[in-house]
């Protein structure tokens, strides 16, 4: 079965600063990978995903993320961090039927 | 473009009622809904996946005679809460896939409250 683990709960980030998010998963073949943002009260906005082909893929509002397959990772990262990025974020893996498994989320505060 | 709506946003309801949510697909036909529940600060779990037309699929765990799904056709799909409790209070989710892509739309989500 599939497991997908973020192993900060909370980060804590100034603003300016860069920002990563660790994500690893437990998946037997090659995982269709995702990271999305919930602000609060809102629903899931997805952020990138990857399926194949390059490892570092980029996504939407200066976001970026590294598929790393001998270390079973997919951790989100962004250079410099704004306010309007304090938000929830869950690392996800889908399965064939496109099931998704989530992390159970990274909380990023930001801090002026 | 790939808007999924959700309806009502919120709902306050009391216990032993039946509570009816609509997710929409409004820009595209969504051959496979999904529908997720958020417990406060923890994760999405998947509680049931719908396909268009067929019977939904439930996660183990999870009562199909107390979470009643319909998809009826490519842009709606319903989540009726049968005899709610207040421990069905949470968060419902749903997203929406088209058939040629592998990624989920999700809605904004409807709070359920039961009294």
């Known amino acids: 079965a599939q497991s997908v683990t973020q192993p900060d709960i909370h980060i804590t980030v100034s603003e300016g600063a860069s920002l990563e998010l660790r994500c690893n998963y437990s998946?037997?073949?090659?995982?269709?990978l995702f990271w999305y943002v919930q602000s609060p009260g809102q629903g899931l906005q997805l952020l990138l995903k990857?399926?194949?082909?390059?490892?570092l893929v980029q996504g939407i509002k200066g976001f970026e993320a590294e598929f790393k397959r001998s270390q079973s990772s997919f951790n989100l990262r962004k250079p410099s961090v704004h306010w309007s990025d304090a938000a929830e974020y869950f690392c996800?893996?889908?399965?064939?039927?496109?099931?998704?498994?989530f992390g159970a989320g990274t909380t990023v505060t930001v801090r002026a | 473009g790939a808007v999924v709506s959700q309806h009502p946003s919120r709902v306050i309801c009391k216990s032993g009622t039946s509570v009816k949510i609509e997710c929409r697909s409004l820009?595209?036909?969504?051959?496979?809904m999904f529908w997720y529940r958020q417990f406060p600060k923890q994760s999405l779990m998947l509680m049931a996946t719908?396909?268009?037309?067929?019977?939904?699929?439930?996660e183990q765990g999870v009562e199909k005679d107390k979470f009643l799904i319909n998809h009826a056709s490519l842009t709606l799909s319903t989540l009726t809460v049968t005899s709610a409790h207040p421990e069905d209070s949470s968060f419902y989710i749903c997203?929406?896939?088209?058939?040629?892509?592998?990624?989920?739309?999700f809605g904004p989500g409807t709070r359920l409250l039961v009294l």
């Open positions: 997203s929406a896939r088209v058939w040629t892509q592998e990624t989920q739309y």
């Open positions: 996800a893996v889908g399965e064939d039927d496109y099931k998704l498994s």
């Open positions: 820009d595209f036909q969504a051959t496979t």
């Open positions: 719908s396909n268009e037309g067929s019977k939904a699929t439930y």
């Open positions: 990857y399926f194949s082909g390059d490892t």
């Open positions: 998946y037997g073949a090659t995982p269709y």
